[in-house]
Every structure is written in C-alpha cells, then in structure tokens.
C-alpha cells in the first residue's frame, strides 16, 4: 500500500515536472507547487494536486493606484480556463476551471494555458499593472517560501519575515494559536446546534436543515474565540460536528420513539444499536435521515472548508508592518 502510494506520487510528480517544463516554470514536488516568470511578472500555482482546483496567484498594482480589475475581468470572461479571479492587497488569484493533472493529459489544454500566461501578462503590461511585493507594493520582488507560506516579495520584506521566524519564533502557523480557546467556542456553538436539531425533529420540520445551523454555529464560534481558521480547528470541529449531531439526532429519535414503546429515552437511547437490530427502528429512514443531516452539515461547512485549504486565510497572511 505505502509503496503504491509512493509509486502514484512520483507519477504525479513527474507529470507536474513536465507540466513545469512545458510552462517554463519550476516544480517544487516538497511543498507541491509551481513557480516561475512571465513577461517580468512572478507567479505560482498552488495546489497543483489538492482536492481542489488550483490556482495561478501573482502580486501586481498600478503605478497610479488605479485597478478597477475591469479590464481583468473583461479578459478572464473570455478564457475558458479561469473560473474566476480574486483581488485583495496586491494579490491576484486566478482560479482554473480544470485541474492541473487534467491539463498535463490534454496537450490542446496545455497549450491554452501556455497562450493564456503569455497573453495575460503580456494585457497586464499594456494596461500599466506592474509586478509588486505582495506585502508592501515595492518593486523587484521574488517568489518566497516561508514556514510553507508561499510569498510574492521584495527583498527588504523577506528579510524582515526572516527576522521575525529566527528571532522570535514567530511562525506563520501561529496564527492557529487560539486553537484551544476555539474549541470552546466550538463546543459552545455544537451545543446551540443540538438544540436546533432536537427543536427541528421534535417539531417536526425537516431536521436535516438544521445541520446548516449546526455547522454555522459551531464554525463561527470557533473562528470568534480563535479568532483564524487553521486547517487543525477545521478539521477538529467537522469531527465535533459529525460526533455530536449522530448522538443528538440519536437522541431525538430515542425521546420520540421512547414515547411510542413506553420506555424511556434513556434505556433507549443507550440500548439504541441493538433495538434498531432487533426492529424496533426503521433503519433504512433512520439512516436516510442521519445522512442528509450530515450531507447539510458538510454544505454548511463547504464555505469555510473552501477558505482554509484553499485561500489558506489566516494561516499564511502575511503583514510586516512598515517602518
Ligand atoms: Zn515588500
């Protein structure tokens, strides 16, 4: 097993070098991305691998602070390959509509890609967009990695960023630091979602939307008391979320089934396993039910599932303050 894991690893590490290659980029096969020039602009793919679609992520600005990103998105309608384009503080995320390892099959796209770096750069120049520091807007910058951050810089940021790592140990990981003080809040917010879940089955609605409020809850108390989301609290309070939901929706069908064979909720709730063997619960509405709860759960938390291990929020945002 570990071996064929290996094995589809180099594979796909050899495919992203050609890719690389074919791009006149570089293949990072450690820390799994893309970097390299275009048109004196410094660019990366992030992700090219993960779960979900990659990225092309470049730091640009305007000499007169003009961006309007019109002219952007104007051209990005047209490219089939990009599904869309995020701007925030010099940072531009151009999101592709396939994934890399779909790219490097199709030589058609591969092509296309190639076309759409040089003709997009080559728009970025005619229209006065510059490459810059993504953290300070400095020209003459270079592609960065930092504690698995990657950064578009200048060179006096990346010293400073370097400073602060050695010297105070400040890692960029640390902004997942209020991860114990998040938990509460989390389980604060599960709590709440408990409640909406027995109100909704007890009430009779549809209880399988209450793991939307399940989800929000319980997220957004985690990211108050944490203040960032960190893939660890992320994954902590799914495992939280899916625990706590299949022991309350257990629950609520003990109370109401409790009721219907004279017991109580508690011998029912207990012996739940083994009376659901036996007949007393009709297993396949029981399980429909249970797994649309955390279908919801799951579409509630897409949001911020999306922004922790894709736009990696919190975790790797990056501010030196300026002297
Ligand atoms: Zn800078």
């Known amino acids: 097993m570990n071996d064929q894991l290996r094995n589809s690893f180099t ?6 070098e050609k890719l690389a290659n074919a791009l006149n980029l570089f293949y990072d096969n450690e820390f799994n991305f893309l970097c390299g020039f275009r048109n004196d602009f410094n660019l990366y793919i992030d992700n090219p691998t993960g779960l979900l679609k990659p990225a092309i992520i470049m730091s640009i ?5 003009t961006i309007n990103l019109d002219d952007i998105n104007d051209f990005i309608k047209k490219e089939r390959l990009i599904k869309k384009c995020i701007y925030k503080n010099h940072s531009l995320r151009l999101i592709l509509n396939k994934r890399l390892m779909c790219i490097i099959t199709m030589d058609k796209t591969l092509k296309q890609l190639d076309h759409f770096l040089n003709n997009f750069t080559i728009l970025l120049q005619e229209n006065g967009y510059q490459d810059c520091c993504q953290n300070c807007g400095a020209e003459k910058t270079s592609f960065r990695l930092i504690n698995e951050g990657k950064f578009i810089l200048c060179d006096n940021c990346y010293d400073v960023a370097g400073l602060l790592v050695d010297n105070n140990g400040i890692s960029f990981d640390k902004k997942d630091g209020n991860f114990n003080l998040g938990i509460i809040g989390a389980i604060c917010g599960a709590a709440v979602g408990s409640f909406f879940i027995i109100i909704f089955d007890q009430g009779g609605f549809m209880m399988s939307f209450a793991g939307l409020l399940m989800s929000f809850c319980t997220l957004k108390s ?13 994954i902590t309070c799914l495992i939280l979320m899916v625990l706590v939901s299949y022991h309350i929706h257990r ?7 409790a009721d219907y064979y004279s017991t109580t909720a508690f011998i029912f709730f207990v012996n739940f396993i083994r009376l659901m063997f036996e007949g007393y619960v009709n297993i396949a509405y029981y399980l429909l039910e249970l797994a649309t709860l955390l279908i919801f759960i799951f579409i509630g938390s897409s949001p911020t599932i999306r922004d922790v291990f894709y736009n990696n929020s919190g975790r790797y945002t990056f501010n030196i303050k300026k002297e």
């Open 251 to 257: 629950l609520s069908w003990s109370i109401t089934l």
């Open 11 to 16: 594979f796909k590490a050899r495919k992203l």
């Open 222 to 234: 985690y990211k108050l008391l944490a203040t960032y989301n960190s893939k660890k609290g992320l």
């Open 61 to 65: 600005k305007k000499n007169d602070n």
